[in-house]
């Protein structure tokens, strides 16, 4: 089945360490982006890509980085400038989707599942 | 630049009365608009979505939202309330129309609570 993968599902992060989260997506979608949920705060873009080898930041993106060498796969590394990392991200691919409603077009938006990054 | 700002951080009701969540959006194109419904440890669900269509769409569940240029408002609405509508909910506004995928900009979530 095709669709999103995100991982780890939960990360720890030392001090001064630099982590990556994996996104992989199988739809054959051009668009992904990144977003970080806090609580009370919904969700903010960090980076965004609509093609491969092309990036953009959203409203978020100190302390991140991206990459998109493959269609397939949007990784984010978040650095050890980004100061309060403690956050659920989500990544997220722009498709075609089976999703059908009245008077408009068949684009959807599809989520991973998410990865709970903590500092130790 | 795009927004977007919705207006309550909390809704209540009572079951079987109308539910309103308002979203207004600030956008410098002709938007994509939507909306998603996060359910307590679960993923994000398209309810609905604009795209430049009928400005009334009807979504799943229910839910239906208006899009209205002049008051830059896109409101979700559903006639009666059910006890599993109880969730959070997310307005989108995407700066890109057609086929291309642009910038997609999330409001801060209404949390809308079901009174038996």
């Known amino acids: 089945d095709g669709g999103i993968t995100q991982s780890p599902k939960y990360l720890f992060r030392k001090e001064g360490q630099n982590v990556t989260l994996s996104c992989e997506q199988n739809?054959?979608?051009?668009?992904m982006y990144w977003y970080r949920q806090d609580p009370g705060q919904g969700l903010r873009l960090i980076y965004y890509s609509q093609i491969v080898n092309d990036f953009q930041k959203g409203d978020i993106a100190e302390g991140y980085s991206v990459s998109r060498e493959k269609k397939e796969s949007f990784p984010l590394t978040v650095t050890s400038a980004q100061k309060n990392p403690t956050a659920f991200y989500l990544c997220?691919?722009?498709?075609?989707?089976?999703?059908?409603?009245?008077?408009?077009?068949?684009?959807?938006?599809?989520f991973g599942s998410g990865t709970q990054l903590s500092v130790l | 630049a795009q927004s977007v700002t919705q207006l309550d951080s909390h809704v209540s009701v009572s079951e079987g009365t109308p539910v309103l969540l308002r979203c207004n959006y600030s956008?410098?194109?002709?938007?994509?608009l939507f909306w998603y419904v996060q359910h307590p440890n679960k993923g994000l669900q398209l309810l609905l979505k604009y795209t430049s269509a009928a400005t009334l769409v009807k979504g799943i569940n229910g839910f239906e939202a208006e899009f209205k240029k002049s008051e830059t408002s896109f409101h979700l609405t559903k006639p009666s309330a059910h006890m599993s509508d109880a969730a959070e909910y997310f307005c989108?506004?995407?700066?890109?129309?057609?086929?291309?995928?642009?910038?997609?900009?999330f409001g801060q979530g209404t949390i809308l609570t079901v009174h038996p």
């Open positions: 989108v506004v995407s700066d890109a129309g057609g086929t291309s995928y642009g910038k997609l900009t």
């Open positions: 997220a691919s722009m498709g075609q989707g089976a999703f059908k409603v009245l008077g408009a077009t068949n684009e959807k938006l599809f």
């Open positions: 739809l054959n979608h051009d668009a």
């Open positions: 956008s410098s194109y002709s938007p994509s």
